[in-house]
């Protein structure tokens, strides 16, 4: 399983964000889908979560109400919505799959594979 990240940039706070990953596996439907970000100098975090079917969701506290996580099966794509933006969110953004559950997972050792990330930063 493959997965490439886009969608990444320079933006002002306030401002708005949409990252795509893109799967090269065909049962991507069949795997919950996670987005974690690393800052420099801090540990990678859950930011939101999707089950296979796109029916449940789960998000970080500090980004719960501005991110949307979303998927589309048919295009083996899930996507992170992020608006209002803040300095704080400046990091590398990953997509992650996990084999193993059906419902949304905020631990990232439950996830089998990883994009290569794609950075986003939000000047102030």
């Known amino acids: 399983v493959q997965l490439q990240a886009s969608g990444g940039g320079f933006v002002q706070a306030g401002g708005s964000l949409r990252l795509s990953c893109a799967a090269s596996v065909r049962t991507f439907s069949t795997y919950s889908m996670g987005w974690f970000r690393q800052a420099p100098g801090k540990e990678r975090e859950f930011v939101a979560a999707?089950?296979?079917?796109?029916?449940?969701?789960y998000y970080a506290d500090s980004v719960k109400g501005r991110f949307t996580i979303s998927r589309d099966n048919a295009k083996n794509t899930v996507y992170l919505q992020m608006n209002s933006l803040k300095p704080e969110d400046t990091a590398v953004y990953y997509c992650?799959?996990?084999?193993?559950?059906?419902?949304?997972?905020?631990?990232?050792?439950?996830?089998?594979?990883w994009g290569q990330g794609t950075q986003v930063t939000v000047s102030s």
């Open positions: 999707i089950s296979w079917s796109g029916g449940r969701t």
């Open positions: 992650a799959a996990n084999r193993d559950s059906t419902v949304p997972n905020p631990n990232s050792r439950k996830y089998d594979y």
